[in-house]
Every structure is written in structure tokens, then in C-alpha cells.
């Protein structure tokens, strides 16, 4: 019943990794969950195709901040293709929690915001979602 | 093809009216049990306003809520991002003047519409003549079919917008619907189709027609009151600022300003009738499992038979196409018998038509009369309810002294 | 006064639901059977398209609806001819918009609204600045009451149009509606009263608040979805011209003319919402019989209890006044545990709560949060619901370690 | 069941009675029923507060037309004191038939324009329903 709010999603609720602005970042997305107004921006430094570095920036619930936390450790080393090949599953892993149907949404605005991020970046049609 | 007595036991009115003889189908449709099952155990199951909550029964009736969406513009071939809820027909057919037309049409521009639109689809645009803008009406051949020469004379450059129901209400009339599309287009102008009579009774897909609006309401399709569906194409919505302003359709709402929030919910602001909407995908379910092509077959059949034995009684005259393409809405006058005592003759005897104008007074004027009686017909109605319907008009011919 | 234990077997949902504590009525209410009743008995026994029918099911179809008008009408004071029919208290804003403000306000004219506004009594009034028209709003009290003082000094001559809700649906405020009226009057500019919280829960009297227009929703006050009442004084809707327009609300229309015809159905176009709004009736009678005052003083027994035991809990903020005139509407925010894992975590609770902006972003901007938790009451609630709700509090500062 | 089309009703349907223009009428009124679309206009002439001439000009169903046939023959003689004083029931009586409920308002039209055209040319407020 509590699955929800572990000891490890609190704690990156409470103490985000990698928090903050990261000022020469190739990638820069903010995305947001309109129902719920989580919101996120996301920094992905890029060298040789491997993500460098990566930092976030924004506010939400507890779900959505620990995914954004724990995303930001896990991109690291990793291909853009790596990660637009990422999926709901594979974010529900890092949680490692069950997460209801109606809180999915928390889970994936982080990893939205980076999949986004690396379209616009490879000149992909800006869908028009950014602000 | 199946059978009009089977399909009335799913609807609980014939129940307690176990003699009716409903012909009213173009006013509204009954309801099947399935759809007013499905109502009430939404009600009485999952009820929670839509969107935004996070406990589970508002879960289930956003998915249930969305679901609907998702069976309707299939059933129209739209897109779910183009398929927009409303009141009805009429309240659609608004959006498209408050949201599009007031703020698009200027001084000189033209619509052209046909003499035979429901009040619906007329009254709305003669707003627009306030800021100079003209209307022209196509008139009918002979045979209560559109004169379509007349329309593409009429369609020109100065025409901005195209608006053409594509059955008529009154006199069954089917319009060539793609072909009207096709002439606006060629001419630059917008085209919205009134599908409130023709949606409920045949295939409709908004793709081949290619229309660019295409309003509906879901009550004369089994569907519960208060439902209806504006179909516009997904790049014209993108364009527009919703008609209607609220919550519910916003991404962010500033003091001075609002950042609108993806299709289709942007045009969508306020509580949904979400409770009827999930309904109305159920009465979509009936109808596709009867599939459309059956159900057009069928009033096609009862259209046929009825007109066949109408025009053996003398003295009766029917206003609309006796054959080609039609729907199943018969409109007529019986010797100087007035349409009022002709709808109260026949529901005395247990058949329930409607007589007047039906909405269409341009229409009535142009045929030069005050009004009509009109049977019209759905997937319920039989051969023995127009053998008995027939019977009654002989009936009348000897109480009226005709 | 009255047991909501007992009221609460007239709802069927709690009989699919047993242990759901639901505390989201001022998103919407569940509905009892004697409304689910009226609305499969209308759907099963006389269904017809209203007005103009000469059949039998139509006449009865007809009177159910005009009934219903009646009894709500009774319901708010108001005149029969003064209460329309819309989708819900958004779409009647909407309305006033597009029938009133849209062309009579001019440039340099001011609209007085105050910051505690609902998203739908807020972007509607915002296109009116497209014209030049200047929107003034009124900020709080520190206990999150309205700052009169503030609203008197707004009003100027310049305001032609005031627009207050009568109950926050954050923060429980209620504002001082008659008053408020009265400055707008003095003034010479009309005011409406956004009683969608208000209308449910209290007895509301239109012609003691004198107010120029009001509008509430149906399914807030245990009515079906898809229905709700704006209600202006006769004398501005004969003088306005409606904005919706159709079938239904004329005399008689020529090519390129439409008379109106009588009110209240000038304003309704098209086919209404007939079996839901006959539905809303027979909710009316249910609260009717339990009495408005009764209805009042239960929610504000819940709500005195459930703020006592509330301030109880430390680390715990609750915005909104905390004694006074307010309604059962309780915002609240416990350390730093965001609003939507707080309702998460009262779902896996079986407490169903709202979290979030509420349709209320201004407002949380003010008070300078991104959202609350929200708890609001109904008179099926009951104080073990209460008591359950705080141990559940208790036990969510435990989990989240707070 | 058919007892609203009697014999003597489908007469003054077909012939009604005082049917045509009355041009020096100091009563005119013209009423209509929207939601059937009867429409008649009524004209009386009066001398010494009693109804000396009576004639109606319209269309409508034969309920409608019937009545006001009727009346037309009924009003002479009378004062229009005992014509604002007719109510529904002196209609259906004068009908001498029964007129189901749907059908009332075809029953009233006549007496309505009657009783509206008196209450202006007795110089009362101008309901506004005339045209
Ligand atoms: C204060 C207030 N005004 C207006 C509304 C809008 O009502 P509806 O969504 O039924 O149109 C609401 C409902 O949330 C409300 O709380
Ligand atoms: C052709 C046509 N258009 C529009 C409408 C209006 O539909 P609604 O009254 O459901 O808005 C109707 C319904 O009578 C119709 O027949």
C-alpha cells in the first residue's frame, strides 16, 4: 500500500541529484504535466554522442522529482539512442516502486523531457511543445 | 440485415408502451437498455469529475471518458485530437461562428448555404451579416434534390464558407456532400457539413468527405441528451482560439493571459457532460455491432416499401426524392387535412410523427406551405408499423371526409 | 438536522464502493437513486424531443422539462422566464460573455474580479481585453477572506462589471454577495455572482442578492452532468440578443432574418439536455426535502470538527479562514509532502480528495504554493469519515517521514 | 377516439365563418401559437360596449380554425367584459368537443387575440406580443 513512498524516492524527493542549471548544455527541454503541473527542465551536455553530464531543474511531486533524479544519474555514458529507445518500464525499474495508473504521468515527464530534448537537438520537427 | 422486432426488445420504451409506433426518429432516437445501463452504472459505479483527480474511481471515469472519444471518432474516421464534445448539433455548429467564422469573415465575403438547412444550421450564420457579410441560398430541382448546377454558379471566389447539411430533415434528401466539398475548395473556401441526420442512419467518414467541420448530436443515434460532436480538421483547430473559455483547457492561466492546452481538451472548457459521453460510446457500440451499412439497408427497405404504399393514396402529396438517394424522412400533406390534425389523428391512433415546420421554415416558404407531417424511421421500426401507419391515413381520408 | 449515515444509502455509488470515504464533492457529487431513477423512468417511458410534439410521449416529455424549470427556479427565487438553461456554470459565463460583455463593453471600461476566482469566472473576461477593456482584481485578507475595503476602492465609475464566486472552491471563503451587489450598483455597473459552489450547499435567494446574473451547475448539487442554470433579470435578457442560436428559441425565421421568441427559451437553442435537466428537477426535490438550512448546518458541523482536529496535527497549513462564514471546502498543505502524493496516498486510503490548482492558478500564485490538497463535504458525509481521515494525515507523516 | 374531428368542426374548417378582413375595426390583434404556427388576427368592431361585428383573418389547424370560427359567430352581442371573462373551458364547451392536452394552445389562439385586442384598445400596457 505504502510501495509508493519508499525510503529511496524520498530521499531523492528531499535530495535531488544533480540539481540545477547546467549553462552549456547542447540539450535544454522543459516539459510539463498539465494535469498534475509537474514541471521540469532538463540539461544534457553531449560529447562524441555520449551524454557528458546532465542536470535538471523544476518542481513536482515525489514520484516525478525521484524519476528526475534518478534520470539524471542514469543518462550519464549513455547514447541519445540508448535513451530514446527508453520506455515507462524502464523508468519504473530505476524507481523501483509500483506506481498507480493515475500517477504514471509523474513518472515520465522527466524522461519525456529528455526524449523531446534529443529530437529537437537532432533537428527533429519541433512538435511545438516547448515554450 | 436484421430483424426491426428483435431489435426493439433492447429498448425499454416499447416496454411500457407496448402499442407505440415511434416515426419521430429525426426529432430524437430511443434509447437501447445497453446505453442506459451503461449510464447508470457509470453513475452508480465511478462517478468522478474527469482529468486531474488522482484516486481511482476519477482514474476509471477519465479512461472511460476517453475511451468514448476514442469509439466515436472511429466511428467517423476523425482523428481523437479533432473530434471536439458539445451540447448538440447546434451548440457545434456555434463553436464554428464564435470560434472561426466572426473573427475570419469580413465585409463582402460570401457563404453559401442551400434553402433546405435546419434553423440550426441558418440562424447562426445571419449574425455575420453585421459585419457585411452575404448570404446565398442554392435552391431545389423539381424533385426536392439540391440543384447543384445553381450551387456551383453561386460558389465563387468571394465565397469564404460552404455550409450544407448532408440529409435533409424534412424532405430525406441526401446531398452530394464530397462533391460539395471538392467545388468550395476549388473556390478557397471552408466547408461544414450538418451531419445531425445523417451520421445516426449511414456510413460517415469525415476523411473522404474531407470537410473541414462536420457537427453531429448523439441523441438521434441512441445516445442520451446533451451529447454532441464538432468534427474540424486537426490544423484548423490548432489555428483557432477556442470559442468557449473555462477551465479544464488551459496549460497555464496568468492574470492577463492563458496559454491554451493541447487538442482536443483546449476547446473543451468546463465539467464535461462526461456521465453522458461515456453513455454515448455505448449507443456508437450498438450501432457499429448492427453495422451501418445494415442499418442504412434497413430504413432504405422500410423508405421504399412506405413510399411505395403512400403514393397509392389519393390525395397525397410527399415533398422530397421518391427514389435515388434518400433517407428514411417522409415528409407529406394529406388533401387539406392540416399537418397538427394529421399528427394528433395518428397519434390517436398510437403513431407518433411530427407535423409543422420541422425547423425549416426557409424551406416551408420556398414549397409555398405552413408545414408537413414526417414519419421518419430507425433500426427498430418494422413493415407492420407502416402497414398500420397506412391503414390510419386511410382512416382519416373517412373521418376528415376527404 | 440529519444522519448522513441514512442519506447515504440513497446513493448507489457507496453500495459499490463500501469503504469510500469521498471528499471531492466540490469537484462533483455522487448522485442518489431517486435522480438515477427519474432519469431511466424518463428514458423508458416518455423520451421525446421537447416542445412542438403532438403525440402523446412528447406532451408528457415536455412537461417534465418545463416542471423541472419550475422547481429550480422555485429553488433559487427566481422568475420562470429568467432561468436558461446551459452545459453547466461555464458555459452560462460564457454565455453572459457572448450575449453581453462582448458588445457593450468598450474600451477603458473595467471588469472588478477578485484573485480568488475559479479558472471559468477568469478566462472568459480576459478576451474582452482584445477591446481595451482593463480587469481589476481584488486581493485577500490575511485569514483568506475577501479585502472588502480593497473591492470598494476598485469600483469606480469606470467599472461597468463586477463578477464575484460566492464561494471559493479553494479556500471555503464565502464572500459578502449582497454587498458586493450593492457597491457594484452604486456604481452603475452589473455584477454576477459565480454560485457554483454556493447554490449546492446553501440557501441562495436571487432576489435578495439582487444580483444582474448568477450561474451553478447541476452535477455540484447532486444532478446529472451536462446541466446548468444561468439566471439573469428579465429585463437585461429581454433587451440582449441570445449567443447561441438555433432551432427552438424563434418566432419565425426568413432568409435573412430571425425573430426570437419568448424567454426563457430565447436563450436555448437547439435541442436541450431534456432528460437530464428533468433528472435535475427531481435532485432539487431531494434537497428541498432535506432543507437547505439543514443541508448548511450539517456541512458546517463537518467542517467546524474537521478544522479543530486538523489544527491539531503540527507541521500541518490550512489556507483559508479557519472560523467564520465559509463552506466545507478545506485546503491544506502537511510539510513538505507534495499535494499529489498526499492524495495518493488518501486514495490507497479509500479517501478520495483533490489536489492540485483547483482551477485556481491566480490564486496559488497569490499565496505563493503550486497547489493544495483539498477536502470538501456533502451531506453524506459524516464525522467517522472525518476521524478517518486524520488518522490517515497521522499516518502519512509516519510514511513520509515528515 | 375521433371525437376531436366532429362533423361540425371540419364544417367551420372548411367554411369558417366570418373569415376575411373587418376594415373599420377599432379591435385588432393579431396571435399566434409559435410552437404550432396558427396565426389569426381578430377584428372587432364595438358600439356602445358591445361587440357589433366581428370577422378573423389566418391559417392553423382545424382545432384552431374551428374556434375561432366559433367565436366569431359567439362574440356578437356581447360585452367585452364577458369576453374577458371566457375561459378554456367556454372554448371546448362552444367546440363541443374534447381536445387532448397537446392541443389546448390550438384551442386558445383565437380567444387569446380576442382578449389581447381588448386589453389594448382598453388602452392597457402593450404586452409587446403584437407584431
Ligand atoms: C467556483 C466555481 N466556479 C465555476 C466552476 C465551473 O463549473 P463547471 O465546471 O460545472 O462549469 C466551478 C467548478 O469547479 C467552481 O468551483
Ligand atoms: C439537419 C439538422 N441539423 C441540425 C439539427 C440540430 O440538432 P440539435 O437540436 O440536436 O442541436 C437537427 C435536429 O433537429 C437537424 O435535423
Not at chain 1, 494535469?35 to 513536482?60: Q, R
Not at chain 2, 417522409?330 to 420541422?358: E, K
Not at chain 2, 430507425?378 to 391515413?393: G, Q, S
Request: charged letters at 25%; hydrophobic letters at 40%; glycine letters at 6%.
Amino acid at each position: 500500500m505504502t510501495s509508493m513512498y519508499a525510503e529511496e524516492i524520498l530521499d531523492h524527493y528531499r535530495n535531488p541529484r544533480n540539481f540545477g542549471e547546467l549553462k552549456d548544455a547542447q540539450i535544454k527541454y522543459k516539459e510539463s504535466n498539465p494535469l498534475c503541473g509537474d514541471e521540469y527542465e532538463f540539461y544534457l551536455k553531449v560529447n562524441n554522442g555520449l551524454v557528458s553530464d546532465a542536470k535538471f531543474f523544476g518542481d513536482g511531486c515525489a514520484i516525478s522529482k525521484a524519476s528526475a533524479s534518478m534520470l539524471s544519474e542514469h543518462v550519464k555514458n549513455k547514447t541519445l539512442d540508448d535513451l530514446k529507445k527508453m520506455k515507462l518500464d524502464d523508468v519504473l525499474k530505476l524507481l523501483g516502486i509500483e506506481v498507480s495508473a493515475a500517477r504514471t504521468k509523474c513518472a515520465l515527464v522527466a524522461l519525456l523531457a529528455i526524449q523531446k530534448g534529443i529530437q529537437k537537438f537532432e533537428g527533429g520537427k519541433n512538435d511545438g511543445s516547448q515554450r | 440485415m436484421f430483424d426491426g422486432k428483435k431489435i426493439r426488445e433492447d429498448f425499454p420504451i416499447f416496454n411500457s408502451n407496448k402499442d407505440l409506433i415511434y416515426f419521430d426518429n429525426a426529432a430524437t432516437t430511443q434509447k437501447p437498455k445497453q446505453v442506459l445501463d451503461a449510464l447508470q452504472e457509470f453513475y452508480s459505479q465511478c462517478n468522478a469529475n474527469v482529468h486531474r483527480g488522482i484516486y481511482k474511481i476519477a482514474v476509471e471515469a477519465t479512461d472511460e471518458y476517453e475511451e468514448a472519444r476514442e469509439k466515436v471518432s472511429q466511428f467517423i474516421n476523425s482523428k481523437i485530437e479533432e473530434l471536439i464534445w458539445t451540447r448538440g448539433a447546434t451548440e457545434a455548429i456555434n463553436q464554428i461562428l464564435y470560434a472561426w467564422a466572426l473573427w475570419n469573415l469580413k465585409k463582402d465575403d460570401e457563404i453559401v448555404t442551400t434553402i433546405m438547412e435546419h434553423h440550426s444550421n441558418l440562424v447562426p450564420w445571419q449574425l455575420l451579416q453585421k459585419n457585411g457579410v452575404k448570404i446565398r441560398y442554392v435552391n431545389l430541382n423539381g424533385d426536392g434534390t439540391l440543384n447543384m448546377k445553381e450551387l456551383e454558379n453561386s460558389v465563387s471566389k468571394k465565397t469564404k464558407f460552404v455550409t450544407v447539411t448532408q440529409m435533409s430533415n424534412v424532405l430525406g434528401t441526401i446531398n452530394p456532400v464530397e462533391e460539395i466539398v471538392k467545388i468550395a475548395h476549388d473556390n478557397g473556401a471552408l466547408c461544414l457539413i450538418d451531419a445531425a441526420q445523417s451520421v445516426p442512419h449511414m456510413e460517415v467518414d469525415v476523411k473522404k468527405i474531407n470537410c473541414d467541420f462536420l457537427v453531429f448530436s448523439a441523441h438521434k443515434m441512441l445516445g442520451p441528451t446533451g451529447v454532441g460532436g464538432l468534427y474540424a480538421k486537426q490544423e484548423i483547430l490548432e489555428k483557432l482560439d477556442p470559442a468557449l473559455r473555462g477551465s479544464e483547457q488551459i496549460k497555464s492561466v496568468s492574470l492577463f493571459e492563458t496559454e491554451w492546452t493541447d487538442l482536443p481538451w483546449k476547446f473543451e472548457p468546463g465539467t464535461p457532460n462526461f456521465a453522458d459521453i461515456v453513455a454515448f460510446g455505448y449507443a456508437v457500440d450498438y450501432l457499429k455491432k448492427l453495422g451501418m451499412k445494415n442499418v442504412r439497408e434497413h430504413e432504405r427497405d422500410l423508405t421504399k416499401y412506405a413510399l411505395e404504399k403512400l403514393q397509392q393514396i389519393s390525395k397525397l402529396k410527399i415533398f422530397g426524392p421518391l427514389n435515388g438517394t434518400r433517407g428514411g424522412v417522409i415528409s407529406f400533406q394529406l388533401a387539406d387535412i392540416h399537418a397538427h390534425d394529421m399528427a394528433s389523428f395518428l397519434d390517436d391512433n398510437n403513431i407518433a410523427v411530427r407535423s409543422g415546420h420541422h425547423c425549416a421554415m426557409p424551406l416551408m416558404k420556398y414549397l409555398g406551405i405552413s408545414g408537413t407531417t414526417r414519419a421518419s424511421f430507425y433500426i427498430y421500426n418494422m413493415k407492420e408499423e407502416i402497414d398500420k401507419f397506412i391503414e390510419t391515413l386511410e382512416k382519416a381520408k373517412q373521418v376528415f371526409k376527404v
